[in-house]
């Protein structure tokens, strides 16, 4: 009965979604403030239908209901009560179902928490949100039900994929939609101000919060994600250009470009079209990420393997969603007010910088993630665009990137000069020499490209601080009055400033870990040692241990340095009997100027086993880094002015509603 409530309330939320996608929208059209107050309502209730549905879905997972079709194909009655609750979006069906849920957290949220929002921008975004969400109903109902029985049911399930039972891998696809989702509600407001035909400081003060929240949690699900790759794929890498990859990192970089953009439209009121655009693009490679996962053209690890006739479902709702709001967008747009004007040296002209090395970051990895697919759908043959290609165009749009960000943010507003700037990041250029200095004394020609990165890291670094302290007048001033200032920042700033210096961080982490990388494999009979980066490893022979529902392998492995033991680590190979899988398990010293990463592989013939030793330095630095970019974010989330938004308008009133409405509305 469990089953049937889940499926009945997610019918029952396509219906309010219709409701909530019409009857406002005509409201807002004709000023009717009855029907305007329909949607933040249906917004509310839909939230609750369908968080009702979803945990219908993860009782079943929780008893191992294998009467569902779905529980039956992912999960096992032995798996951990963690995976089988992780198992309930381990699989197509159920994450678009934890996909909707997100989609429809967020519009409750934006009706519960936007008490302050005009109700016409209010009522038209949360249409836009409805229809959006229609559209995933119908296709979940129609090619995708979580809640189709199979019966008779089997006596027990066919398990989760391995690589899939993991802490990280349970936790990473709530982020990643929660991000993915998350610029849905930015692309609902750049609809609805389409509609009523006004963008203005408010608007973007109303769209910054929404669209940091989305950008904190993307961050997370693709720090997650790489984290997994690397301690659980036992290949010792975080990044590989995968075309899965590449579809979480696209509307990342378009979000962060719309994050700086909007920055402009609420300080300069400048931008606007250009920041409307960017809104549909963020959610366009969103949905693309969607697409491609799900419709059977990629083979990846990350991958859901689908029916391709779904995959055309989704197709025909990315154009639908994407192509309107683009058509939209044509007729209106040019009607928007291009605001002020500025100097292309000011702040103004630095953002605007980042925006468009970041979005031609976003087209060369677009095009290098579908160029083979395209070539193969004309009949071209297979090719593959791998990290060389990635590298190539990706490292030199992001060097200038950097550059510009310790820049930036001293230009003052309108007009500036470069003249008046550059001496002050002295200490910045230091710091980039001293870091590269160090490099090529420690690395010497191996370090390569490797010096641009640590230079960059630095004077990144270093200059985010030499803005904080110019904010705060430190050395200037008596140190009391500069503490004083520094209280008195707002939190974005310091928001600003610690997101800042968590890509210096991520950037020298993915530097080092580029290039001073050590792999040796070796064969190896139990007694015998390999030697690594001034480490002796020791293989000193394998056993046999039981897990909850797996059996391994365990390697037993002593680390030494100058003949003094440091560690003993145990890397395994797990076998798992119901899904008949195995998996490797790395063994990873982590320390704060590197990892040392240990597998092994198969035992051969003659009693030796393969064990590959990495010695990755710095790779640490890339999600600490990642972790204080969260940290950044979440300091500005926390900014009183995001969390309000703007005041109500004063200014005119849109034609389309009457003074009567609109005083109601203030």
Known sequence: MTVELGHFALILALTIALLQGTLPLRGAARGDVRAMA???????????????????????YVVSDFSVLNVALN????????????????????????????????????????????????????????????????????????FARLLPPPADGKGLNPLLQDPGLALHPPFLYLGYVG???????????????????????????????????????????????????????????????????????AGTALLHSAVVVEKRDALKGWTIFLAIITFALSLLGTFLVRSGVLTSVHAFATDPERGVFILALLVIIIGGSLVLFAWRGPSLEGGGLFQPVSREGALLLNNLL??????????????????????????????PF??????????????????????????????????RLWVAAVAAAAA???????????????????????????????EVAARIQLFAVPLRVSLRRAAGLPRAAWGMTVAHAGLAIAIAGMTGAAI???????????????????????????????????????GRLTVKRQGEPVAVMTPERRIYPVEGRETTEAAIRSRPW?????????????????????VNPLVPWIWTGALVMVVGGAISLADRRLRLGAPARRATVPATIPVATARSEG
């Open 390 to 423: 990635f590298n190539a165009v990706f490292l030199p749009l992001m060097a200038p990137l950097v550059v510009a960000m310790a820049v930036g943010p001293l230009l003052p507003w309108k007009r500036g000069a470069l003249a008046a700037v550059l001496p």
């Open 183 to 253: 610029f849905s509600m930015a692309f609902s407001f750049a609809v609805a101000a389409l509609i009523e035909g006004r963008v203005d400081a408010g608007w973007a003060r109303w769209v910054r919060p929404w669209t940091l929240a989305a950008w904190v949690f993307l961050t997370i699900g693709i720090a997650l994600g790489s984290w997994w790759a690397y301690y659980e794929l036992g290949w010792g890498g975080w990044w590989f250009w995968d075309p899965v990859e590449n579809a979480s990192l696209l509307p990342w970089l």
């Open 516 to 554: 001073g990388k050590t792999e040796v494999i070796r064969a190896l009979a139990p007694g015998e040692t390999v030697a690594a980066a001034g480490l002796t490893i020791r293989f000193d022979g394998l056993s046999q241990v039981a897990g909850g529902n797996y059996e391994a392998i365990q």
């Open 75 to 146: 999960s096992h009655s032995s798996k951990p009560l963690i995976y089988k609750v992780a198992g309930a979006w381990g699989n197509h069906e159920g994450s678009m179902l934890l996909w909707v849920l997100i989609l429809a957290l967020f519009g409750g949220a934006v009706a519960v928490f936007g008490g302050n929002l005009p109700l016409g921008l209010k009522a038209r975004a949360l249409a836009v949100q409805a229809w959006i969400a229609a559209g995933f109903y119908l296709f979940i109902l129609i090619t995708s039900n979580p």
């Open 594 to 614: 590197g990892d040392l990463y240990l597998v092994i592989g198969t035992t051969e013939a003659d009693g030796r086993t393969v064990v590959r030793v990495y």
């Open 38 to 60: 329909v949607a933040p309502a249906a917004a509310v209730v839909q939230a609750v239908l369908v968080a009702v549905s979803f945990g219908c879905l993860v009782a079943a």
């Open 358 to 387: 970041l979005t031609t970051a976003a087209a060369a990895v677009l095009l290098g993630t579908l160029y083979p697919l395209l070539l193969e759908a004309m009949g071209g043959g297979k090719v593959s665009v791998g990290p």
């Open 436 to 466: 590269t200095a160090l490099a090529l004394a420690l690395l010497g020609d191996a370090a390569g490209i490797g010096l641009l990165g640590f230079g960059l890291a630095a004077w990144l670094f270093a200059g985010t601080l030499t």
